[in-house]
């Protein structure tokens, strides 16, 4: 049985050595290993550099079912395809299947790989753009009294942030990769990425209309607040001011 195939076959046992009275001279049984002193030393002694432990499994499988070619001589090598010599066939289980089952199972596992692969750079990409803007919530916590508090809060939309920016960027690049072989998935991948980063850039125009607003509202209520104060005229200038200050501002400035 080709000894590439036997990590498929999963089912073994340890086999416990039959020498516990009668071993050799520097050989000492411990239940299912076996223990070589160096230089034939006591087997009582402590461990040195040099003594060996060995241990013996045994295959306990009544069925092996085997994908693979079988060559000249007998012996069952990797079947390589004719699309790409880099891909073989080389499969085994510990149980009677067809091929039909051998294939079906082998193609579960790929797939199981693959959703876990893409899972794992799903969460690398996003854990990366949150450990680049980590920097803003230890920033915010150095506030006096209210800093714990704060960089937790700013914690809390960097990580946001870096989940919708780092689903966005994976999405785009799979559905770039995608679009070639699979557009039917490749595309909508790329539409769902487009509309996280509208809804990034609607909610960073939001903000920006907002704070525009403060800005331009700010004046006209504090003008709308001096015209509502009782005005009169300055005895030095001329110049209107409120009736409760002497004088205005700018010959306040001057005195």
């Not at 991948?189 to 331009?216: N, T």
Request: hydrophobic share 45%; proline share 6%.
């Amino acid at each position: 049985f080709p000894s590439d195939l036997l990590s498929s076959v999963v089912s073994s046992r340890a086999v416990n050595p039959n020498c516990t009275q009668n071993c050799p001279e520097g050989v000492h049984a411990v239940g299912d290993t076996l223990r070589f002193k160096f230089n034939n030393e006591p087997v009582s002694g402590p461990d040195k550099i040099g003594d060996m432990r060995q241990t013996f499994h045994i295959e306990t499988a009544d069925f092996a079912s085997v994908l693979a070619r079988q060559s000249a001589g007998g012996q069952l090598v990797p079947w390589p395809s004719s699309y790409d010599k880099d891909y073989t066939i080389f499969l085994a289980t510990d149980k009677a299947a067809t091929a039909d089952e051998m294939f079906t199972s082998a193609e579960q596992d790929n797939a199981a790989l693959t959703w876990a692969l893409r899972l794992i750079t799903c969460i690398c990409t996003c854990a990366g753009i949150f450990f680049l803007l980590q920097p803003l919530s230890i920033i915010a916590s150095w506030v006096p009294c209210i800093g714990p508090l704060l960089g937790d809060l700013v914690e809390m939309v960097v990580c946001g942030v870096a989940c919708a920016i780092g689903s966005m960027c994976w999405l785009m690049v799979a559905g770039f990769v995608w679009v070639a072989y699979r557009p039917y998935i490749g595309i909508p991948l790329l539409l769902v990425s487009c509309g996280l980063a509208g809804w990034l850039f609607f909610l960073r125009g939001k903000g920006m209309e907002r704070k525009k607003f403060d800005l331009e509202s700010a004046p006209d209520d504090a003008g709308k607040e001096m015209e509502e104060r009782p005005m009169n005229f300055c005895g030095q200038c001329g110049a209107r001011k409120p009736v409760d200050l002497p004088v205005c501002r700018a010959c306040a400035d001057q005195e």
